[in-house]
């Protein structure tokens, strides 16, 4: 039976780096496998030829995955939006991380005049986006797919914790707010009182206040369609 | 060898047939068919899933996951009430057919 554990594990990985099947649908035709090995281990058959025989009776795997893409297409499609989500959301995430911190220490400078704060703001700006560009980019790329169980794991981790994973995020959104909201009074203060507005800057700014809101509601639109999903498994 | 449609094509209709009969799982269900039709029909094994899962959810049939005394899980379908339906039909459908082309090659060999 050890054998059969290594030959299960190479046609898992293979026929799982497809999107196509579910994790139930995969249980299904391992069951299947095994039930076959083990007639024909009780034929005769070592394990090799077996699992062999087993694997080629089943048939071709891509043809399988198409197959089950046709039937699955919704849910799979459902799936990629998920990560898509997470994806943004997380990009979300370190854009305000990183706008609060930038907004902290704008803050400072005004206040205290000092130019080196200046340069130590964007160079750790400059370092939180890209990293939070290179994440999100990974996510979005990546999840799913042969990290499936990865992925499905961090998917019940989210869908498990709502409370907690929207606390975190009314917390970041929050902060960045009460930054935002400081900073630019500072600004829109200091721009009125010495030059025209800055319609371009003001518009950044007012942007920046209204992206919280709009990833807040993605956040819920994605909780509402993990949740059913758990209800049908 | 039958043709890919025509597998194809009766798969459905054999399949509703074979659980009226009573639930059963997929590897159940290709051994019936093989048996049935004395290795005639061979449906390559990994093809009847999908399959069992469009007609789940068309809601022909129904699946539920059950353990086995081994530990190991498999999952067992039983046909509808709207199945029980799309079977009669379908049974009709391939009577219709079959009695056509009986009278047509009766007649070409007479």
């Given at each position: 039976?050890?054998?059969?554990?290594?030959?299960?594990?190479?046609?898992?990985?293979?026929?799982?780096?497809?999107?196509?099947?579910?994790?139930?649908?995969?249980?299904?035709?391992?069951?299947?496998?095994?039930?076959?090995?083990?007639?024909?281990?009780?034929?005769?058959?070592?394990?090799?030829?077996?699992?062999?025989?087993?694997?080629?009776?089943?048939?071709?795997?891509?043809?399988?995955?198409?197959?089950?893409?046709?039937?699955?297409?919704?849910?799979?499609?459902?799936?990629?939006?998920?990560?898509?989500?997470?994806?943004?959301?997380?990009?979300?995430?370190?854009?305000?991380?990183?706008?609060?911190?930038?907004?902290?220490?704008?803050?400072?400078?005004?206040?205290?005049?000092?130019?080196?704060?200046?340069?130590?703001?964007?160079?750790?700006?400059?370092?939180?986006?890209?990293?939070?560009?290179?994440?999100?980019?990974?996510?979005?790329?990546?999840?799913?797919?042969?990290?499936?169980?990865?992925?499905?794991?961090?998917?019940?981790?989210?869908?498990?914790?709502?409370?907690?994973?929207?606390?975190?995020?009314?917390?970041?959104?929050?902060?960045?707010?009460?930054?935002?909201?400081?900073?630019?009074?500072?600004?829109?203060?200091?721009?009125?009182?010495?030059?025209?507005?800055?319609?371009?800057?003001?518009?950044?700014?007012?942007?920046?206040?209204?992206?919280?809101?709009?990833?807040?509601?993605?956040?819920?639109?994605?909780?509402r369609k993990t949740r059913p999903k758990q209800q049908m498994a | 060898?039958?043709?890919?449609?025509?597998?194809?094509?009766?798969?459905?209709?054999?399949?509703?047939?074979?659980?009226?009969?009573?639930?059963?799982?997929?590897?159940?269900?290709?051994?019936?068919?093989?048996?049935?039709?004395?290795?005639?029909?061979?449906?390559?094994?990994?093809?009847?899933?999908?399959?069992?899962?469009?007609?789940?959810?068309?809601?022909?049939?129904?699946?539920?996951?059950?353990?086995?005394?081994?530990?190991?899980?498999r999952r067992y379908y039983h046909l509808s009430n709207q199945g029980?339906?799309?079977?009669?039909?379908?049974?009709?459908?391939?009577?219709?057919?079959?009695?056509?082309?009986?009278?047509?090659?009766?007649?070409?060999?007479?």
């Amino acid at each position: 039976m050890s054998r059969y554990e290594e030959y299960i594990q190479n046609w898992r990985h293979v026929i799982a780096e497809d999107e196509a099947l579910s994790p139930e649908d995969l249980a299904e035709l391992e069951d299947h496998l095994l039930t076959d090995f083990l007639q024909l281990k009780e034929a005769g058959l070592n394990d090799q030829e077996a699992f062999w025989l087993a694997e080629k009776r089943l048939g071709d795997t891509s043809t399988i995955c198409r197959e089950y893409e046709k039937v699955n297409r919704a849910t799979i499609w459902a799936n990629r939006m998920q990560w898509m989500i997470i994806g943004y959301l997380i990009l979300g995430f370190f854009a305000f991380t990183k706008i609060t911190f930038v907004n902290v220490i704008s803050l400072l400078a005004l206040i205290t005049g000092s130019a080196l704060l200046s340069a130590i703001t964007y160079i750790v700006m400059e370092t939180l986006i890209v990293s939070g560009f290179v994440c999100a980019g990974y996510i979005l790329l990546y999840g799913g797919g042969s990290h499936q169980e990865k992925s499905a794991k961090l998917m019940q981790a989210l869908a498990n914790n709502p409370k907690r994973v929207t606390v975190v995020a009314l917390s970041c959104f929050g902060l960045f707010y009460l930054t935002n909201t400081l900073l630019l009074s500072r600004i829109v203060g200091a721009y009125l009182s010495t030059h025209d507005i800055n319609s371009f800057s003001i518009l950044t700014h007012v942007t920046n206040i209204l992206f919280p809101f709009i990833l807040l509601s993605l956040l819920f639109i994605s909780r509402r369609k993990t949740r059913p999903k758990q209800q049908m498994a | 060898m039958l043709s890919k449609d025509l597998v194809a094509a009766s798969a459905r209709p054999m399949i509703l047939s074979i659980l009226s009969q009573g639930e059963s799982y997929g590897y159940e269900i290709i051994q019936q068919v093989r048996q049935l039709s004395d290795g005639q029909i061979e449906w390559s094994d990994g093809m009847l899933y999908p399959v069992l899962r469009r007609l789940e959810k068309e809601g022909l049939i129904e699946s539920e996951w059950r353990t086995a005394d081994s530990g190991r899980k498999r999952r067992y379908y039983h046909l509808s009430n709207q199945g029980g339906k799309a079977l009669e039909i379908e049974k009709k459908q391939w009577l219709i057919v079959n009695t056509t082309l009986e009278t047509l090659w009766e007649a070409s060999n007479v």
